[in-house]
C-alpha cells in the first residue's frame, strides 16, 4: 500500500507526464500545420514575435510559416477562387547571370509573367509554389487598392473626406485634419520613424504598445503621435498610417479586410490558393503588413492592376482608380522613383508593390509585364539587394523590347 508521500509524488508525476503529453500533442499539431519546406527547418523558427531581430536562418524558416507560428497573433483565412485564373505557360525567358542573381537576392521565388503567360517561374530557400510566403509591406498596395473598391462601392465618398469622417477615435488628434489622399500618399504631416534597425522607433514599437481599453490598437497607438508638416506639404513612409487606411477601410464598409478582399479582389481575380492576413491585438488586420499568400497569386494580383480593376467583368474600383493609384504622387527624393496611393512609381510609368527583405510586385503596363517575388535579404532595406533588384527589373525589360 502507498504512503501518503508516495501518493503525492505519484500525483506530482502524473500532472507532469500530462503536461508533458499536451505539449507533445500541440507540438504536433503544430508540426502538422506546416509546409513540407517548413518542416525540413524546424529547428531555425524564431521563439519571438519581433520579425526584425531574428536571425537570417530563423527568417528563412519562420517567413513560410509566419501564420501558424504559436507566438504570432491571430491570422484571418481568404478562399480562393472557384474556378482560377489560368497562367499558361509563354515562351521562356532566357535571362543571363540568372542563376547568380537569385542567390545573391537570396530568393525564394520569382514568376515573370508576361501578356498573361508565365515566362519564367523558379524557387530557392527550400520553398515551392505550393507554400505562402509573407508579404510585409506589399500589403499597403492591395490595401490601397481596398479604398478604390470601398469608393467604387459609395462606402467612402471623396479621397478629400477627412479621417475624423470614419474613424472617431482620430477625432483631435494630429490625423483629425488628415484627408483620405494625404493618409494614402503618406503625407499627413504626423512625426513618425521607420528605421528597422532601431529598436526604439514607431515601426518598431507601434504593435507591442499596449491599446487604451476599448480602443483599436493601431488607433490608439497613432492618435498619440504630434504634427510635423501641415499635412500634404511632406512625404514620410509610414507603415501605421497604412494600418489607419485598414481602419478607415473597415469602419467605412462594415466588413473585416479579410472579407472585404477576398470579396473584390482575391475570388474576382481568380486567386488559386487560400491566403491569410495576420490580425493586431484587437483581432484587426495589420493593413500594412503580412498577407501571406502564393506567389503566383501576387503575380495574378498584378494582372487585376493590369486589367484596371476589371475581373469577371465587373469594375471592382473606379475606372480612373489605377491611373491615379500608380501616378508618382509625391516626390520622395530619390531619382526615378516616386510614390503614389501605396504603390512606389518609377518614371518610365511602371509601379511596384514592395517589401522588407525582399518581397515585390513589379508592374509594367507598357510590356504588360508583372514580376512577382520573395526573398530574405541580408537586410530589411539598407543592403545591396535593392538596388540589384531594380537593375535586373530594367534587363528584363531590355530583353522583352529585344523580342525576348
Request: aromatic share 10%.
Amino acid at each position: 500500500m502507498l504512503t501518503g508521500k508516495a501518493c503525492g509524488l505519484m500525483r506530482k508525476r502524473t500532472i507532469v507526464f500530462g503536461v508533458l503529453a499536451a505539449a507533445a500533442i500541440a507540438a504536433g499539431a503544430f508540426f502538422a500545420t506546416l509546409d513540407r519546406e517548413t518542416r525540413g527547418i524546424l529547428l531555425f523558427l524564431p521563439t519571438n514575435g519581433d520579425v526584425l531581430t531574428w536571425s537570417q536562418p530563423q527568417r528563412d524558416a519562420a517567413f513560410r510559416a509566419l501564420d501558424r507560428l504559436p507566438f504570432i497573433a491571430r491570422s484571418s483565412e481568404i478562399a480562393p477562387a472557384a474556378t482560377p485564373l489560368p497562367l499558361p505557360p509563354g515562351k521562356p525567358l532566357a535571362i543571363p547571370g540568372l542563376d547568380e542573381y537569385l542567390v545573391a537576392q537570396r530568393a525564394a521565388a520569382i514568376v515573370i509573367v508576361q501578356d498573361g503567360k508565365v515566362r519564367l517561374e523558379r524557387y530557392g530557400l527550400g520553398f515551392d509554389a505550393a507554400g505562402r510566403w509573407t508579404s510585409f509591406s506589399v500589403a499597403k498596395s492591395f490595401t490601397s487598392t481596398l479604398v478604390g473598391a470601398a469608393i467604387q462601392d459609395g462606402a467612402i465618398k471623396s479621397l478629400d473626406d477627412r479621417l475624423g469622417q470614419y474613424v472617431p477615435g482620430l477625432r483631435g488628434s494630429a490625423y483629425d485634419e488628415v484627408t483620405v489622399r494625404q493618409l494614402l500618399t503618406m503625407s499627413s504631416g504626423v512625426a513618425w520613424n521607420e528605421d528597422y534597425e532601431d529598436p526604439n522607433s514607431d515601426v518598431s514599437q507601434f504593435n507591442k504598445a499596449s491599446p487604451e481599453p476599448g480602443m483599436e490598437a493601431i488607433v490608439s497607438y497613432m492618435r498619440k503621435l504630434p504634427r510635423a508638416n501641415r499635412p500634404g506639404e511632406t512625404w514620410r513612409y509610414n507603415t501605421g498610417e497604412t494600418n489607419l487606411v485598414g481602419v478607415l477601410v473597415s469602419s467605412a464598409t462594415g466588413k473585416t479586410l479579410s472579407q472585404y478582399l477576398e470579396e473584390k479582389i482575391w475570388r474576382p481575380a481568380g486567386m488559386e490558393a487560400k491566403a491569410t492576413w495576420i490580425l493586431n491585438k484587437t483581432g484587426r488586420e495589420i493593413a500594412g503588413c503580412c498577407i501571406q499568400a502564393a506567389t503566383r497569386d501576387f503575380a495574378r494580383f498584378g494582372l487585376f492592376v493590369l486589367a484596371n480593376g476589371v475581373a469577371q467583368g465587373k469594375q471592382i474600383v473606379p475606372p480612373d482608380w489605377f491611373a491615379q493609384a500608380t501616378a508618382k504622387q509625391k516626390d520622395i527624393g530619390r531619382p526615378g522613383k516616386g510614390y503614389g496611393f501605396q504603390w512606389w512609381t518609377y518614371d518610365d510609368g511602371s509601379v511596384a508593390a514592395q517589401g522588407i527583405f525582399g518581397q515585390g510586385v513589379f508592374i509594367d503596363a507598357k510590356r504588360k509585364l508583372v514580376i512577382a517575388s520573395n526573398a530574405d535579404w541580408t537586410r530589411a532595406s539598407k543592403g545591396p539587394e535593392p538596388a540589384a533588384r531594380d537593375e535586373f527589373y530594367k534587363r528584363v525589360q531590355a530583353l522583352i523590347d529585344a523580342g525576348g
